[in-house]
């Protein structure tokens, strides 16, 4: 894109340029504060260089709005970025946390099962007319059961 730019601006310099030897009549210019007479080459020749500069500067103030923009817009996206590591990590450590938590109420409950298990294996091994009541009232006090 940027030849055909290019391409395009010698061909209007080529145009100037033919229109301005065509017309090497003197003229007139007149200023605010005087005249003066200049050949019609010297003036066209001049004006298409001075529009130019013009445009020259109206796109080196665009191209460093455009810089100055873009730069502004890299900070606040690296402080994004920033923030997003940190959300993440924030993320990480609440994950591990809620893990430890749930972790916790399960192996309560594995506890309790085990607790479970073992009573149930104790009564089971208790002679048939013994009561789990009456084996820990044994267990409690033997010499009572003597007596």
């Given at each position: 894109?940027?030849?055909?730019?290019?391409?395009?601006?010698?061909?209007?310099?080529?145009?100037?340029a033919i229109?301005?030897?065509?017309?090497?009549?003197?003229?007139?210019?007149?200023?605010?504060?005087?005249?003066?007479?200049?050949s019609?080459?010297?003036l066209?020749?001049?004006s298409?260089?001075?529009?130019?500069?013009?445009?020259?500067?109206?796109?080196l103030f665009?191209?460093?709005r455009?810089?100055?923009?873009?730069r502004?817009?890299?900070?606040?996206?690296?402080?994004?970025?920033?923030?997003?590591?940190?959300?993440?990590?924030?993320?990480?450590?609440?994950?591990?946390?809620?893990?430890?938590?749930?972790?916790?109420?399960?192996?309560?409950?594995?506890?309790?099962?085990?607790?479970?298990?073992?009573?149930?294996?104790?009564?089971?091994?208790?002679?048939?007319g013994?009561?789990?009541?009456?084996?820990?009232?044994?267990?409690?006090?033997?010499?009572?059961?003597?007596?």
């Amino acid at each position: 894109m940027g030849s055909f730019y290019l391409i395009l601006g010698l061909v209007f310099s080529l145009i100037i340029a033919i229109v301005a030897l065509a017309n090497n009549e003197p003229v007139t210019v007149s200023y605010i504060f005087g005249r003066a007479e200049v050949s019609l080459i010297l003036l066209i020749l001049g004006s298409a260089f001075v529009g130019a500069l013009v445009m020259g500067f109206f796109a080196l103030f665009r191209s460093i709005r455009t810089a100055l923009s873009f730069r502004e817009m890299r900070q606040k996206n690296e402080a994004l970025q920033k923030q997003v590591r940190v959300l993440e990590e924030d993320k990480i450590y609440l994950e591990a946390e809620l893990n430890k938590e749930k972790s916790v109420p399960e192996e309560e409950e594995k506890a309790k099962e085990n607790n479970a298990d073992r009573q149930e294996k104790t009564q089971a091994e208790l002679q048939p007319g013994e009561t789990a009541a009456g084996q820990a009232e044994m267990d409690e006090d033997p010499d009572e059961s003597e007596r």
